[in-house]
């Protein structure tokens, strides 16, 4: 115990020790990094395409992280974003990049309602040439004076023509997964298989799932199927299904977090080879904790693994997942960076008793400038990769 103390304290004088410019000091022999100081409890990840990143932005993926997660760039629509076209260069670049330098890769998404090309549900595509123009952006012709639009609405509108039939768009979807998997085949360790196919707003007595996309096209076993085709492509892989919200409501087991046991027990039931479940992570200030915990437990007690795949807390406004929410005084006062720094101390604490069964922690983004809630400040590194107090307190949560 002596010696167990006397190690946390010197961890803990180098970590406070970290130079005050990241940007320029990529000495990592002078700090504990986050993937050092959770070696053999889980993995500590990122997300980023990688394209135009710095030097300073470049090792630090190195040093900090053992898995990269693509933020945008192996999502349906840009990866394959007409039927005979598919887009590899930057996914390529990124595997191949991280091959060199020692870092795995998690593989994000083959199925989401959203940055899915309107060519899967077409009845009839034309043939696209290489000169083609971008598939086509539905609200960019709406009435911006008009009510805002349903997801569903944005999604109707984007159909040309007459919808293809549940035949034509599993042959398209099984091809596109098989095709996706494979190619990374041994190079990529696991999939998000399926992303945020649970609508927000139920009570949690049915699965709740979304109403369009492929949930009107083809319908619930569109789930199974793609964790099977996945599982073909890839039998070495990890197959996991990933939301946002699913942990609220579990300790009174409601809402989002009942509707996705609904959905896991289901997919469990009828042979999909799931071997684990994403809470996305997407927090605030004042997330409810204990919802997080149960819901570990739950998805444990379910035979899954668990990781928690998008990571951020936001030091203003609030954060869920989902698009408008509200961003909060962009004047961020000093107590909130210290309020940011005992939650991600706590939620690190929970992943630490929970370690047997969490795969991998991700954090979405590098820095708050480069982070999709740019302007709330909800990662451990500021926008010149100056550790902030956040990254300090996970630091503690794993030598404590």
Known sequence: MIIR????GFLLIVVLAVTVNGQENTDTTSRVTLKEAYAGKFLIGAASDLKGLSEAELTSVKVQYDIL???????PQPLHPWENKYNYE?????VDWCRQNGVMVWGHTL???AQTAPWFFQAVNPEIVEEAEPAPRPWMNWD???????????????????????EVALERLEKHIKTVVGRYKGRIIGWDV???????????????????????????????????????ADPEAELYYNDYNIEQGAVENTGKHASSLLLL????????PITGVGIQGHWHLDTDLADVEKAIENYAALGLKVAITELDVTATGDNSGAFGVNQ?????????????????????????????????????????????????????????????PAFRAVIEAAID
């Open 111 to 113: 199925i989401w309602h």
């Open 69 to 75: 997660t693509p933020e945008n760039c192996m999502k």
């Open 328 to 388: 909060g005084d962009r004047t961020i006062p000093e107590e909130n960076y210290q309020k940011q720094a005992e939650v991600y101390k706590q939620l690190f604490e929970i992943f630490m008793r929970h370690a047997d069964v969490i795969d991998r922690v991700t954090f979405w983004g590098l820095s708050d400038a480069r982070s999709w809630r740019w302007g709330q400040d909800a990662l451990l590194f500021d926008g010149q990769l100056n550790p902030k």
């Open 90 to 94: 930057t996914a390529d670049t990124l």
């Open 194 to 232: 399926v992303n945020e196919s649970i609508a927000d707003g139920g009570d949690g007595s049915t699965e709740n799932l979304r109403d369009f996309s492929w949930y009107e096209v083809v319908g619930p076993d569109v789930l199974t199927l793609a964790f099977k085709w996945a599982h073909e």
């Open 265 to 272: 027990k289901r997919l469990i039931a009828e042979g999909a």
């Open 144 to 166: 911006p004076n008009a009510p805002r639009p349903t997801m569903a609405e944005f999604w109707r509108k984007s159909i040309t023509g007459e919808m293809a039939s549940r």
């Open 5 to 8: 103390n006397l190690i946390s």
